[in-house]
């Protein structure tokens, strides 16, 4: 399903085929991004995002599965998480430069935005686990707590 912009005006669309391993968080997001560039009415072309189905897997199958939606496209983005997986990312991005995608990776940001509605914090992470111990300090929770599984 592609997401509409809300203007009478006809412009060109700037398509953009991702793929991505979250059926939830990223689509929300890049929903939410066109939503607010197809608001301003100075813009030159309509955003629009179609997804290249089914999500997850790999990062080198998000890739596979972008160059399967994108055949004939312009516009071509894989997003997916980089969780340290260094072989698996090296691949995925070897066959996203040959087929001329552009690559997105989303990292530990999300759990820092939990934090920061709860307290300033300004320090220096070298893995998702430092944040999740921040995390359930912050919201008071016991250190064996499962917060991936938690509604903060």
């Given at each position: 399903?592609?997401?509409?912009?809300?203007?009478?005006?006809?412009?060109?669309?700037?398509?953009?085929?991702?793929?991505?391993?979250?059926?939830?968080?990223?689509r929300m997001y890049f929903d939410k991004v066109a939503e607010l560039v197809n608001c301003i009415e100075e813009r030159t072309h309509?955003?629009?995002?179609?997804?290249?189905?089914?999500?997850?897997?790999?990062?080198?199958?998000?890739?596979?599965?972008?160059?399967?939606?994108?055949?004939?496209?312009?516009?071509?983005?894989?997003?997916?998480?980089?969780?340290?997986?260094?072989?698996?990312?090296?691949?995925?991005?070897?066959?996203?430069?040959?087929?001329?995608?552009?690559?997105?990776?989303?990292?530990?940001?999300?759990?820092?935005?939990?934090?920061?509605?709860?307290?300033?914090?300004?320090?220096?992470?070298?893995?998702?686990?430092?944040?999740?111990?921040?995390?359930?300090?912050?919201?008071?929770?016991?250190?064996?707590?499962?917060?991936?599984?938690?509604?903060?």
């Amino acid at each position: 399903m592609l997401n509409r912009p809300n203007s009478n005006k006809r412009r060109p669309q700037f398509l953009c085929i991702i793929g991505c391993e979250g059926q939830n968080q990223e689509r929300m997001y890049f929903d939410k991004v066109a939503e607010l560039v197809n608001c301003i009415e100075e813009r030159t072309h309509d955003l629009v995002f179609d997804y290249a189905e089914p999500y997850g897997g790999d990062p080198k199958c998000v890739v596979e599965r972008t160059i399967e939606k994108s055949i004939g496209k312009e516009n071509k983005v894989s997003v997916f998480d980089y969780d340290g997986k260094k072989e698996k990312y090296e691949e995925a991005i070897d066959l996203a430069k040959e087929n001329k995608i552009e690559l997105g990776y989303s990292n530990y940001s999300f759990d820092l935005w939990l934090i920061l509605h709860k307290e300033d914090y300004f320090e220096v992470v070298q893995n998702q686990n430092d944040y999740a111990d921040k995390l359930r300090q912050v919201y008071g929770f016991s250190a064996d707590t499962k917060i991936k599984n938690k509604k903060l």
